[in-house]
């Protein structure tokens, strides 16, 4: 019998839909206080679902594998276990669809110059010139970078591709395309095929001079902190929108700043930052050509039941020897 620990706060159904997988399992739900694992609660369990809170090594013995309730990693990599041989997996593709359509919104956003409409709304006076304050840039023809063409860029390609932009994308390893990791039926790019043009991870700055939109989707490891500096904004046309639902360490926020302070690209849609909560000193919050949110974009009513599914797969391929789908990459940091 190969024992499950779950200590992340699903409904019943949710668990026996995990307990539905084969007769040789045993799932046993346990939350903790704010997500913490407890350190004096022993457990046999051979595999963990978890937000984060790992036990130690001493009092989990026969722990195998974790599969974690996110896509990113940067919260476990000072928990124990990390440095072990254990299997670590994501959610990674469980936020495909509405990462990429929150992208798109941002898209539409800019190209419709929504932001004039709400600011002309609150004067209460109709314009003298509608054509200078509404016109807006159609998506044909325009072109979207996307850095990191995982699901999220993939389902964003997708969504894109039938407003008739030209899609470039970088990819670290740009001579296999094909998307290995978890679907979801329906969505995404498996096979690589939207692209106009896939650049390298080393050809983001040459990409970027390009495009009229870039969305950044890169985790934050050592290769990609601060990526999105000032030689980067410096490389993008003064009329490009920067769009980051990435993580907050890839761009140097300063840069950013003077970026859209100086002109040196038009605006941005950020959901992600340096330090969270957004402090209430930064600028960004006062800059009229930003939209901001609070790291919300991956949000999502379906999240948990997406994320069950996923781990189902997980445990089917588990029990029958075949590789788990999302297994964390300790070099590469995701």
């Not at 913490?36 to 984060?52: F, L």
């Not at 600011?119 to 996307?146: C, F, H, M, S």
């Not at 790019?189 to 390298?200: E, H, K, N, V």
Request: charged share 20%.
């Amino acid at each position: 019998m190969i024992e499950i620990l779950v200590t992340a706060s699903f409904p019943q159904n949710l668990l026996d839909k995990l307990q539905a997988v084969s007769s040789e399992i045993k799932v046993e739900h346990y939350v903790g206080a704010n997500g913490r694992y407890p350190e004096d609660r022993a457990t046999n369990a051979e595999i963990m679902y978890t937000y984060g809170g790992l036990p130690k090594p001493e009092i989990a013995p026969n722990l195998r594998w974790v599969q974690l309730h996110s896509a990113g990693i940067n919260h476990i990599t000072n928990q124990p276990f990390w440095d072990s041989d254990i299997l670590f997996t994501t959610t990674s593709g469980i936020h495909a669809p509405n990462m990429a359509q929150y992208a798109l919104t941002q898209i539409l956003a800019w190209s419709q110059r929504v932001p004039t409409w709400f600011k002309i709304k609150n004067e209460a006076a109709w314009p003298q010139n509608r054509w200078d304050n509404y016109l807006p840039a159609e998506l044909r023809g325009q072109t979207v970078g996307i850095v990191g063409y995982g699901s999220i860029g993939r389902e964003l390609a997708r969504l894109a591709k039938c407003f008739g932009m030209i899609i470039l994308t970088t990819k670290r390893d740009a001579r296999h395309i094909e998307d290995t990791g978890y679907i979801i039926p329906g969505t995404g790019d498996p096979q690589g095929s939207l692209p106009d043009r896939i650049y390298p991870g080393e050809a983001t700055r040459s990409m970027v001079a390009e495009c009229d939109y870039i969305v950044n989707i890169l985790p934050d490891t050592e290769k990609t902190h601060h990526l999105f500096n000032e030689e980067m904004f410096r490389a993008m046309k003064p009329s490009a929108y920067f769009i980051n639902i990435g993580r907050g360490g890839t761009v140097n926020e300063n840069d950013l700043i003077r970026a859209l302070k100086k002109g040196w690209i038009a605006g941005a849609g950020l959901d992600v930052f340096e330090q969270e909560p957004l402090p209430d000193s930064s600028p960004l919050w006062q800059l009229e050509n930003v939209i901001l949110t609070p790291h919300t974009s991956g949000f999502t009513p379906d999240y948990d039941e997406r994320a069950t599914d996923l781990f189902a797969e997980n445990l089917r391929r588990y029990i029958h020897g075949k590789p788990l789908l999302n297994l964390v990459n300790r070099e590469t940091g995701y």
